[in-house]
């Protein structure tokens, strides 16, 4: 073998006839896409983090008229297959993604609309700011959506919604897109063009089997699940049990994340693992005036203010956080959060979402925590 040591004669690197053979030497490697890693190791394989997504922050106050007027333009119906629009990064150019894993969107429906059922190998939440009258109907079983409500369609069920009311409604979709796209996974169907039951419970099937607290159907137990088969986490649970965990922080008792923050994460109960085999989903309550460490992780995030208000700083810059502002935390941006305190909007609750399932089963999920 030939090494730096035992190479025949003396070698001038810098001699012209050198570097002429080494242009050519990387000219014929180019015509056959050879790429030498020597020439490109601090793209590749960086020190740390270097996401093209950036930190950004949308305003519901535009978000929503948008959406709307779509609806007076644009139809729902089979091809389009729903009224979603994308939130687009601006670090990430061409792609209607929030992060490199992520999709975000505002789905619109119109009074009485109805979207078609069709399914896919990408998995969906849907987080419920505000209204009601929609039920979307996941494999047949139809799901009343409410306010600060969280509802699943793990990949490969069938899933339409509809509109039974007088009013509009909209909602922010999560989606693992992005993900899927990059590893080539895609897979569509279409189902039936209306939804399948109409009916409108106010318990969905779902819910009547896997909705007790640490009630585990003796016909399903002892066998784990990849999603969680509960499609709906419903707001009066989720409040709570985040004030639940205030309370007994005033008290003196464990529970909270840290001093004035409660959070919870919605959960498969076949599994007590993320309620998403790719997305995790999170409530948060900071109570008013918390401010919350620094931290870092390589997980990517979208938040959604739910009520209250406050700051959220990313990259030592500051955004002021109003009613169902989205606002993205990119892969190793240094975070935190502060609750508004002493006015009518006191305390903050984000809904959050975040890629941190995948990067957990693959052992590449890092975090870092300041102050
Ligand atoms: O509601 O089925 O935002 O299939 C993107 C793709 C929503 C949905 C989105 C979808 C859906
Ligand atoms: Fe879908």
Known sequence: MTTLENRPGPVDFDS???QGK???LYRDFDAVGMTPLWRTREGLMPHHPEPRAVPHLWRWSQLYPLAARSADLVPVGRG??????GLGNPGLPGDPYATPTLWAAIQYLAPRENAPEHRHSQSAFRFVLEGEGVWTVVDGDPVAMRRGDLLLTPGWHFHGHQNVSDTPMAWLDGLDIPLVAATDQGFFEFGPDEVRDKATPDRSRSERLWGGPGLTPVSAAGRPRPSSPLMAYRWAHTDAALAAQLELEAEGQPGVVEPGHAAVR???PTTGGDALTTIRTEMHRLRGGTRTRRSRTSASSVWQVFSGGGTVTMDGLDRTLEHGDVFVVPA???FSL???DGSATDG???FAFS???VLEKLSLLRTEVSN
């Open 16 to 18: 012209p006839e050198h």
């Open 22 to 24: 080494l242009a050519e």
């Open 80 to 85: 389009g297959e729903r009224r979603a629009i």
């Open 266 to 268: 919605f959960t498969n």
């Open 332 to 334: 190793w941006t240094e």
């Open 338 to 340: 502060q609750a508004a």
């Open 348 to 350: 903050l609750d984000l």
């Open 355 to 357: 890629d941190a399932p």
